[in-house]
T-cell receptor, first 114, second 110 residues
Framework: KAGVTQTPRYLIKTRGQQVTLSCSPISGHRSVSWYQQTPGQGLQFLFEYFSETQRNKGNFPGRFSGRQFSNSRSEMNVSTLELGDSALYLC?????????????FGPGTRLTVL | EDQVTQSPEALRLQEGESSSLNCSYTVSGLRGLFWYRQDPGKGPEFLFTLYSAGEEKEKERLKATLTKKESFLHITAPKPEDSATYLCAVGTGANSKLTFGKGITLSVRP
């Protein structure tokens, strides 16, 4: 079974620009969660999508948004980029149903904001 | 607010020198405690899920245990390829949000 894939793997943007990251979950998984990982804060939860609906949201500003498509693929968008948005953005997929709590992570997208 | 604290921050072992990594947590309604391994430049790799106090799980040289306030990841006779960052996370409530600790960077010298 193929794992979680994320594209692109690396991105370089400048302040003020916007960026869209993509995630394809494991086949059959309906839940996709996004996390931001930085050296100072570690892994922090951004939001979760299940069946095209945002089911949970972390404490990030509205510049961070996402969506999920009918095939469970998800995109994350960051508008008006700031230097502090430089991070590894990780996507995790899970079945999303009761009793199946494990999340499986993709390789991440390394975003650098100059 | 859910909190996860891992200690020590870094651990250096000689090959074959067994040790334990600690994960302390404060949550309301634990749905599961998760251990992940992360290699540099890669996403976290799932290792174990523990659901209730007293539960133990093993995989090769790794054994995870759970009490009501903490979890331990025991590494028996580690090898250099066990060098990585080990992350602990808790899940609470009915959603998929995980709260992570900062991780423990393990280095095993040959």
């Amino acid at each position: 079974k193929a794992g979680v894939t994320q594209t692109p793997r690396y991105l370089i943007k400048t302040r003020g620009q916007q960026v869209t990251l993509s995630c394809s979950p494991i086949s059959g998984h309906r839940s996709v969660s996004w996390y931001q990982q930085t050296p100072g804060q570690g892994l922090q939860f951004l939001f979760e999508y299940f069946s095209e609906t945002q089911r949970n949201k972390g404490n990030f500003p509205g510049r961070f948004s996402g969506r999920q498509f009918s095939n469970s693929r998800s995109e994350m968008n960051v508008s008006t980029l700031e230097l502090g948005d430089s991070a590894l953005y990780l996507c995790a997929s899970s079945p999303g149903v009761a009793g199946s709590n494990e999340q499986f992570f993709g390789p991440g997208t390394r975003l650098t904001v100059l | 607010e859910d909190q996860v604290t891992q200690s020590p921050e870094a651990l250096r072992l000689q090959e074959g020198e067994s040790s334990s990594l600690n994960c302390s947590y404060t949550v309301s309604g634990l749905r599961g405690l998760f251990w992940y391994r992360q290699d540099p430049g890669k996403g976290p790799e799932f290792l174990f899920t523990l659901y209730s106090a007293g539960e133990e799980k093993e995989k090769e040289r790794l054994k995870a245990t759970l009490t009501k306030k903490e979890s331990f990841l025991h590494i028996t006779a580690p090898k250099p390829e066990d060098s990585a960052t080990y992350l602990c996370a808790v899940g609470t409530g009915a959603n998929s949000k995980l709260t992570f600790g900062k991780g423990i960077t393990l280095s095993v010298r040959p």
